[in-house]
């Protein structure tokens, strides 16, 4: 990843899920321009891989283990941030699960509760307890999805609670405002673990690609450099904003 810019020299930066995919690229984008970055997963061997990783490109890294549904691990995520560190400037709430495809009408409950659980739950409670942290100038991003806007097959109710994160960063912004900004990323298709259901077989992603005006999908790279603009001070103005980066598949006016 080649990175000009420095806009994060001083700052500290939680990103949730990102030993792997969208989540460590947008570690690895802020490390480079100069945070210090945190980093966390629910595998400690996957922590540690990445930490590895970020620190061999010269990236100040702190590894934990985080599940995000975990209440003791996300308080030591936000208290071993602090003692380390002492601030948190930018946070960034990067962890989802989709763990079914059926309709929304044959999901199961337990299912329907971890889907709230992870991707919306999880991100208020761990602002909740990072609240106390954030200072004048600080900056949470929230990544949703293209299907916040249009819930395709398959991702249906996934859709749904992504679009849950778009009035949660409309409400947050104005509740957190002005020492708190908080914006929105809406990743289309990137080829990542996560997606690998959509993007391994050719046909589909072919089809995925030519949904695009640009005519690829995404890469995890894309969507940190979108994060990375939020999070920074070349957004100074901009709360409670979504920004979607998906090639041009149509999302709203
Ligand atoms: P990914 O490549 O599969 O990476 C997922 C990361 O999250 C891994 O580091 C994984 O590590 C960690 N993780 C999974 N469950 C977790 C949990 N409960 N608590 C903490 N960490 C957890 O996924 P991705 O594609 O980068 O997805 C990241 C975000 O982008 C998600 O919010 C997803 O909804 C969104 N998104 C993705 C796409 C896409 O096409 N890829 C499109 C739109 C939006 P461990 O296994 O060690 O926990």
Redo the contacts with the bound molecule.
């Keep these: 990843m080649e990175v000009k810019g420095k806009r994060f020299e001083g700052k500290v930066a939680i990103v949730?899920?990102?030993?792997?995919?969208?989540?460590?690229s947008i570690a690895e984008r802020l490390g480079l321009e100069g945070a210090a970055v945190v980093i966390?997963?629910?595998?400690q061997k996957?922590v540690d891989e990445a930490v590895e990783k970020l620190k061999g490109k010269g990236i100040e890294t702190l590894g934990l283990a985080?599940?995000?549904?975990n209440a003791q691990q996300r308080k030591d995520l936000i208290e071993k941030t602090i003692q380390k560190y002492g601030k948190i400037d930018v946070i960034v709430s990067?962890?989802?699960?989709n763990p079914s495809v059926d309709g929304i009408l044959e999901t199961e409950e337990s299912v329907l509760d971890k889907l709230w659980e992870?991707n919306v739950k999880a991100t208020i409670l761990l602002l909740q307890d990072a609240a106390l942290h954030l200072k004048k100038g600080s900056s949470i991003v929230f990544?949703s999805?293209?299907?916040a806007f249009q819930p395709s097959q398959g991702l249906s109710m996934y859709g749904v609670t992504k679009t849950a994160l778009l009035g949660l960063t409309k409400a947050l912004a104005a509740e957190m405002a002005p020492n708190t900004r908080v914006n929105c990323v809406a990743?289309?298709?990137?080829p990542?673990?996560?997606?690998v259901f959509f993007t391994s077989d050719e046909s589909r992603r072919k089809d995925l690609e030519e949904r695009t005006l640009l005519r690829r999908l995404g890469t995890?790279q894309d969507m940190a450099a979108a994060v990375a603009y939020l999070a920074s001070d070349d957004a100074s103005y901009i709360t409670g904003e979504t920004l979607v980066v998906a090639g041009g598949v149509p999302s709203r006016l």
């Design positions: 949730t899920a990102s030993t792997q995919g969208i989540g460590f966390s997963s629910r595998r996957n985080c599940h995000v549904s990067n962890a989802a699960a992870i990544i999805s293209i299907a990743p289309g298709f990137v990542t673990r996560f997606a995890t």
